[in-house]
């Protein structure tokens, strides 16, 4: 009979063997689970019972030791590598020899690069259907926005990329970095907090999500679902530089236009300085003229309306040889309206004389 | 009064006059709008230095 503890006072101790078979035991409870990770020091060797492997997680690197026994792995006919995604089926158990904590595989599925694609088409449809990628949904992005926010992997060279493309455009923009984890399981949640944070600094009026180019993987966290809703619900207009021209990370369906390269996104986001003030400084030019032009219209206008006043003016008539006979200041018309005897005043072109009606007709 | 803002509405003062239709006091007063206008955005442009910020991130809970 095994010694499983001995009391030494009020202190009870256990052997190192009852203490194993005890965790063990309470290990024995736990349900069993699918867990995710990268296969890593596969060890399979005809003389041993088992296969041996570690599963990593490719996020922040944490290990799980696993194991499966060598014939259900052998009958599985996977032919695993070492770097490879796999879900395993199984539960935790402890070596209670070694008091090493172990996962026992019961069974191995590869986790590809289609199971990926297929995940995130799947994500891609559902967030379709809920209208998220609608075209009317997204904004015109501001011509000359105070304040641009960049948000963007502690890696140097997309920040620096971005930044060069947006201050070299545009030498006078400011720009507010974010910076964050864009790589592993933590960087979509980090991205939606950093996210937040730039929307709620002042006088924002653009913000560009940008990423360097990298992996299939790499880009994952720019398809998480809720890093791809936060993008959509941006309360300020959000350009996605992720990745490079073949990457369509859900974020670039999401964001109110996409940039395929760091020097596309400046070209949305800041205006060229130099059109700017070309721009500026012609319609200076055309302000300064157009008093001007404004006053020689008018000018224009008065010549004209003075030229047919001239031409309509009864001395244009008298010029050609008429003349305008009045009698007391009154035009005579008619023959009947004065009388013989009667004096008259008669207007010519040039002068004019008095003179006596001699006979009316 | 932002840059976009009044370069719109100095192009749209310079149409105006352009156009011809204003009389002349309007005119005058359009163009004295218009040349405060071309300083506010002089202003924007020259003043607007260049700057670069980073932003302090909250702690991920």
């Not at chain 1, 395929?260 to 800041?270: F, I, Y």
Request: charged share 30%; aromatic share 6%.
């Amino acid at each position: 009979m095994k010694v499983e503890a001995e009391q030494y006072g009020d202190r009870t101790v256990y052997t190192v063997s009852a203490f194993n078979r005890g965790v063990a035991a309470w290990l024995a409870r736990l349900p069993t689970v699918w867990v995710e990770g990268e296969v890593t020091e596969l060890r399979r060797q005809q003389r041993w019972q088992s296969v041996f492997f570690t599963l990593k997680d490719p996020g922040d690197g944490a290990c799980l030791p696993a194991s499966m026994p060598r014939g259900q792995f052998d009958a599985l006919r996977l032919d695993l590598r070492n770097g490879e995604r796999v879900h395993v089926y199984g539960r935790p158990e402890l070596f209670e020899a070694r008091g090493e904590l172990r996962f026992r595989a019961l069974s191995i599925e590869r986790f590809g690069l289609g199971d990926h694609l297929a995940a995130l088409e799947r994500l891609k449809q559902k967030l379709g259907a809920e209208g998220l990628f609608a075209p009317d949904r997204k904004r015109r992005l501001p011509r000359f926005p105070r304040r641009v926010g960049l948000l963007t992997g502690n890696d140097a060279a997309a920040k620096r990329d971005v930044l060069t493309a947006i201050t070299t455009r545009f030498p006078s923009a400011r720009v507010v970095v974010a910076e964050t984890y864009v790589q592993g399981p933590r960087a979509a949640p980090a991205l939606v907090t950093a996210l937040e944070d730039l929307c709620r600094a002042e006088e924002i009026d653009v913000i560009v999500l940008a990423r360097g180019g990298g992996s299939f993987e790499d880009l994952l966290p720019f398809s998480d679902e809720r890093l791809v809703r936060a993008v959509a619900s941006c309360p300020v207009p959000i350009v996605s530089a992720v990745g490079h021209e073949q990457d369509t990370p859900l974020t670039d369906l999401a964001a109110d236009a996409r940039a395929s390269t760091p020097s596309v996104a400046a070209r949305l986001v800041v205006p060229d300085a130099d059109e700017v003030r070309e721009r500026l400084t012609q319609t200076r030019r055309r302000l300064q003229r157009a008093p001007l032009h404004l006053l020689e219209r008018k000018r224009a206008r008065l010549d004209g309306a003075y030229g047919r006043l001239r031409a309509l003016s009864p001395r244009a008539t008298l010029e050609r040889g008429y003349a305008i006979v009045r009698d007391g200041g009154r035009i005579v018309r008619e023959a009947t309206e004065v009388a013989t005897g009667e004096r008259v005043e008669v207007e010519l072109g040039q002068g004019g004389f008095s003179a006596t009606v001699e006979e009316t007709r | 009064m932002t840059f976009e803002e009044a370069q719109k509405e100095l192009e749209q003062i310079v149409q105006q006059l352009e156009s011809g239709q204003a009389n002349l006091d309007d005119a005058i007063k359009l163009w004295e709008r218009g040349e405060e206008l071309h300083r506010l955005c002089l202003e924007q442009l020259d003043s607007a230095q260049g700057k670069i910020e980073v932003l302090k991130p909250t702690e991920p809970a």
